[in-house]
Structures are given as C-alpha cells and as structure tokens.
Nanobody
C-alpha cells in the first residue's frame, strides 16, 4: 500500500522555523522525484520545492528561495522541507508528492497545516 505521510506542521510566529517530514512507503523511493506543494485558502496548489532521485538537483519557487531547503534520505525513505524565516504568506496546507522518473506514477500525501501568525 502506497503511503506518503507528512508531519511537522503547526503554528509558528513570523520569523520562526519549522521542518516538515514526509515518510514514504509502498513504493521504491529512490526512483521518485520528490516535491513539496502548498495550498493556501482560496488559492490554487503551488509547487514549492523539488528534489531529484539522488538529491543532486533541487529547485525552489521564487517566494521561498533562500528560506526553504528540501532534502531527502533515501535510506530512510524520507523527504524534508526545512522552512526558515517564515512569513504569514507561507500559511498553507503543505503536501508531499512523489513522481516516478518515467512519469507513470504520481502519489500524494494528505497534507500538513502550517500557520504563520503572531
């Protein structure tokens, strides 16, 4: 059974940090590009960060560049999103996404809420 389980969300003050984790199971993790998306209320889901299968390439959306870092541990089937200097506009549900390198499989987690507020 394929599962992506996000954790680490919560309420944080502006300027604070959070680290999201996504635990993968039920598929061969090392064959999948991993992504973090987010969706704020009333807005479309947007891509935040991407990391390739070996972690050799990482890309970020402009609003989070320099503040967020995506990483992965293929031995533990985990992907992380370290979020620093959080802003109120980062408030959203954050989703983990796995895409097979051949593009034939695409899995989603259930999401974790991140709220940035004083």
């Amino acid at each position: 059974q394929v599962q992506l389980v996000e954790s680490g969300g919560g309420l944080v003050q502006p300027g604070g940090s959070l680290r999201l984790s996504c635990a993968a199971s039920g598929f061969t993790f090392g064959y999948y590009t991993m992504k973090w998306y987010r969706q704020a209320p009333g807005k479309e889901r947007e891509l935040v960060a991407t990391i390739t299968t070996t972690g050799g390439s990482r890309t970020y959306a402009d609003p989070v560049k320099g503040r967020f870092t995506i990483s992965r541990d293929n031995a533990k089937n985990l992907v992380y999103l370290q979020m620093n200097n959080l802003k109120p506009e980062d408030t959203a549900v954050y989703y983990c996404n796995a895409v097979h390198v051949l593009g034939n499989n695409n899995y989603w987690g259930q999401g974790t809420q991140v709220t940035v507020s004083s």
